[in-house]
């Protein structure tokens, strides 16, 4: 149980475009997604903490016009990199919980690289 | 100063061999300490989870132990595998709030 899917696993995008970053419950209702940003050789940093059918809440530093986040069902939270660069180059990993403050099921992680 | 701290930061050792990495922290209080191993390219995979109260968990050739009187927890790995090899990252439990070692690089060579 608690398998969290992304989609897709890789994605090359031009600099200036948006790219859209799916993460998905599949066998539990998440009531609360996270998405983090990790660099090579570094930790897992969280970006921002969604609840279902409402707006997240991002780290500080974070840019919430340029993350935009969108949790608008209990299995489905989706991460858009808008006007993308290539320092928004990164492994982008979403996590669920089914809790606010429960343990977190991780995905598989998203490679994203800006050209 | 960061509250998880991981070490080595990268390790080598050979098929068969044990090994022991290191976790120290300053996170104060936590509700739970886990493991996770992570290969290249993928999220994060959990292999142990300890309360504050446990001192040791096993999971086949995993062992994870905790010390709150000297602030470490540490994973050892008995009679490795070549498909050991990855990063290994400890992540303390606070309320929610997730906080996370830089891992370890590990490589098991033949």
């Known amino acids: 149980g608690a398998v969290v899917s992304q989609h897709p696993s890789w994605v090359i995008c031009k600099s200036g475009t948006s790219v859209k970053i799916e993460c998905r419950s599949l066998?539990?209702?998440?009531?609360?997604m996270f998405w983090y940003r990790q660099f090579p050789k570094q930790s897992l940093m969280l970006m921002a903490t969604?609840?279902?059918?409402?707006?997240?809440?991002?780290e500080q530093g974070v840019e919430k016009d340029k993350f935009l986040i969108n949790h608008a069902s209990l299995t489905l939270s989706t991460l858009t990199v808008t006007s993308a660069h290539p320092e928004d180059s990164s492994f982008y990993i979403c996590?669920?919980?089914?809790?606010?403050?429960?343990?977190?099921?991780f995905g598989p992680g998203t490679r994203l690289t800006v050209t | 100063k960061n509250q998880v701290e991981q070490s080595p930061q990268s390790l080598i050792i050979l098929e068969g061999k044990n090994c022991t990495l290191q976790?120290?922290?300053?996170?104060?209080?936590?509700?739970?300490l886990r493991w996770y191993k992570q290969d290249t390219g993928r999220g994060p995979v959990s292999l142990t989870i300890?309360?504050?109260?446990?001192n040791t968990k096993s999971n086949g050739r995993y062992t994870a132990t905790l010390d709150a009187d000297t602030k470490q927890s540490s994973l050892h790995i008995t009679a490795s595998q070549l498909s050991d090899s990855a990063s290994y990252i400890c992540?303390?439990?606070?309320?929610?709030?997730?906080?996370f070692g830089q891992g370890t690089e590990l490589s098991v060579k033949p």
């Open positions: 992540r303390y439990n606070q309320g929610g709030k997730l906080i």
């Open positions: 996590s669920a919980s089914d809790r606010a403050d429960y343990e977190q099921y």
């Open positions: 066998d539990f209702q998440a009531t609360t």
């Open positions: 969604s609840n279902e059918g409402s707006k997240a809440t991002y």
């Open positions: 976790c120290n922290y300053t996170v104060s209080p936590f509700s739970n």
């Open positions: 300890m309360t504050f109260s446990e």
